[in-house]
């Protein structure tokens, strides 16, 4: 895929200044980039980094920059754009689009006779595709995955090698599914008795809205009785847990490594940074940001908005005056030794 | 499946009372289930938490409702259970058998000639059984699922798609492997030199008993030079690792993300809740609890039924009383700086 | 593979005490070893350990023994070298030499007509390697791997079952990939807007130099636009987590459900302990050691040869010094407490 530097301004929303007619091969960074290729400079963040960047992407080959309006750069293309990272996403998608995974039937492939496979659906070498399945037009199932009986994966999904879909679990349309990871699995549901855990038998389902993707080697586990849902838009990362009857909202994001227990609700745009935990039953409102490798208790409610840091995790602004002190511990103790050792004196001067 | 209320009643050991001729077509929640389905309340756990069980129950549209006896609930079939969430595991076992994995040895299977399958054995697409393993009655291996040289499962075991098998493994009967989970891979081991690190190959193998399960993505180590060992009835989350040498004792619980590093010994009904770690070569006894997210540093040993919390952990009543303490740290240190003030003065009023 | 106990000295470069003609066929622990077998006695140490491995060496069926000079031992033929650890691990790959994972090219594998395979190279069962992937001499991949489009492996890598190397990923000589591990696949990257989260399509890739070992479901992201870089000798063991963008320098260590979010760079030497987490932009300078669990916030940066525990991390003296008045955080509340209440005495005592 290539384009002018005018078709591309337009393509991305961005005013250009300089050379329209220049051929733009691709998207690149300001180090590796070649003089065909577009590069960018972010707006905002620190002043030092912006410098920074300022610096690489003015010494860069590349001849086509994407940057905020009022910046100057000499002897460059540029695109102005309010966004120049959003801006340069967009040039990505249109410039090197996700390359395929799977394309027609391979001639290894297992498809039961009774799955229903929608028009230009792909399906890769092994790829199994069980019973009464249904893969929506124009998805594409990797080598090696696993669509399970009665799974159903909307219009244009990417699932990619090596991927687990578990009989009967529910994905919406544009869902990427990266390698390794594993929906639909048993939750983890017993019931202790003395003679040791009896299973309870886990048959809910997962349901998965549109636009989510879903990270490497990530699990995600059935309902025990009905679904574990994960709402629109949410993006999961690599080798994150999300345990039976979670409710994950719309625009919510879970970082590497985090963790959430059964039962958990999770509401819209929350950011769950890497190796973050919930414990279960807990209740997160929209839009709460929990620090990495912060934990929440079991049963725990935090409202809309709140910033939390630590396990268990508090407020960040009461969180960082606690750790301030933590970090005077020593002192603290000194402090109080000689208060203490001053006391008696002050005893004695009672007399 | 299906049955009567009275036919359920005897198989999960409760009293009837009501409609004993009601036809009970599955198991649900009380929000999602249908007329012909069972429901259950827990009993015991939190007051609150009960009212709005009994409450979603008597609203159901579910006409068996499984319960703890003495307790009312009007208009329905109850099947009195001093444990009623036993007695509906033991309904969804019945009502909702596991599903089938693999029937028959399919086409596209890889199976050794020396490999020694047992009656009634089910083998999925692409699944690979190496030279000299051995699978036993019942068992089922899933697709893509790969057991290798030497191996041995033992009877009714369910090996999900898409799970390794290393070479020389070895699992009891009834044992559950879910998708992606990897048993035998190499331990950790290396000896360091100026010139990196040699690896010390790992020549050990694992040992996994009766009953056991393994949760999706989650990897169990071969020992070094003897056996990595898993308990009866050890039930183990997703994305868990256990290293080399370590032994888990029966009946244990490892949740999610949990992870024990190498020659750790965990005793008998042990609990280790999600994302918890152990350093290496600690011991657990019988009985030990670490909260989520708890850490226990290289080589300590804690005493039969600890309960612990933190990172390092303590004891958990102590480390509430720390906690209690450490959210106030930012007043400790207003109440220290305020003694200080007046300390000059009372020393002034020594002279 | 057997030997004498003469040519297993010569071999590891250990000194001979007592009778060379000893038939040596194979390595094992103290307690497992039979009469032909060769253990060791690790040098250094805690005396209490050292005394223990001395007892079980002494009292092994294992007629031969590896341990440091000077240290007395009767009945058994001796090989004497300065790092017994390291002697027996040379013993070992040599006794013991890794299995084969693959011989040939197995006839139900798929490889892509313009994929380049050098001599020696073996493909495992249902195997995908795709267009234009070349594979290095005596490489062995295992079944169910995927070797994506473009994808490069050096010479005698080992490519366990069911691993995924997507597209364009280079690997080294000699690199180990364990089964379950996924190496290139998307960065977290997306722009976040009013109206959800849009991709940043991660064009880079993923470069492995030579020896590098990379555990079980472990997850190495390919770079946003650039390359992330694992250097020469590192060692990653099980579900690992390795963001986009990310250098890790020679000879570093990783242990399991360590996390490395985007943009860090860890130097030389570098040791990651379980379940640590380095947050995104962060910089680890060479020899830095990480606690397990510890955690280093967002764009820090520790020199080289620090020693770090506790999320946030600080350097291991301070934090122990810290952690050494948390515990007792009550008994210094209640030392601020009776000072707070012998206060007002004192200032009663001003008047």
């Known amino acids: 895929m290539e384009c002018t530097a005018k078709e591309l301004a337009e393509y991305v929303g961005a005013q250009i200044e300089g050379d329209g007619s220049l051929r733009i091969t691709g998207c690149a960074s300001p180090t590796s980039a070649k003089a065909g290729e577009v590069i960018f400079v972010e707006a905002g963040g620190h002043a030092e980094a912006t410098a920074r960047m300022m610096e690489a992407a003015g010494k860069s080959a590349a001849r086509c920059v994407i940057l905020a309006p009022g910046v100057a750069m000499a002897g460059k293309t540029l695109l102005r754009a309010a966004n120049p990272r959003l801006a340069f996403a967009k040039a990505l998608a249109w410039l090197h689009p996700a390359p395929r ?26 790829a199994v595709i ?5 893969i929506g037009p124009g998805s594409q199932i990797g ?12 219009a244009d999904c990417r699932i990619y090698p090596r991927a687990t879909l578990y009989a009967g679990v529910r994905l919406g349309a544009r869902v990427a599914v990266h390698s390794g990871a594993v929906v639909g699995a048993d939750g983890f549901g017993y019931v202790p008795t003395d003679d040791g855990y009896v299973k309870f038998q886990q048959i809910g389902t997962v349901e998965i809205d549109d636009d989510v993707e879903i ?18 838009g949410v993006k999961i990362d690599n080798l994150v847990q999300i345990g039976h009857n979670v409710e994950v909202g719309e625009h919510s994001v879970v970082a590497a490594q985090a963790g959430i227990a059964g039962s958990c609700k999770v509401g819209k745009k929350v950011i769950l940074t890497g190796q973050t935990g919930l414990s279960g039953h807990c209740t997160l ?55 203490e050792a001053a006391g008696p004196t002050s005893e004695a001067g009672k007399g």
Chains 1, 2, 3 share one sequence.
């Not at 080598?143 to 909307?154: L, P, Q, W």
């Open 285 to 339: 409102e929209d839009g709460v940001i929990l620090a990495p490798q912060s934990g929440v208790p079991e049963g725990k409610t935090w409202h809309a908005g709140a910033v939390l840091f630590g396990s268990p995790a508090r407020p960040l602004d009461k969180a960082k005056k606690i750790l301030a002190v933590y970090g005077h511990l020593p002192e603290l103790w000194d402090k109080v030794r000689k208060l």
């Open 101 to 126: 995974i799977a394309q027609g039937i391979h001639a290894t492939a297992t498809v039961a006779r009774s799955a229903r496979l929608a028009e230009g659906v792909g399906v890769g070498p092994y």
């Open 130 to 134: 069980e019973e009464e399945a249904e």
């Open 143 to 154: 080598a090696h995955s696993f669509v399970g009986r009665g799974a159903r994966v909307g």
């Open 215 to 232: 990270g490497a080697n990530t699990t995600i586990d059935r309902g025990a009785l009905d679904a574990t849902r994960i709402g629109r």
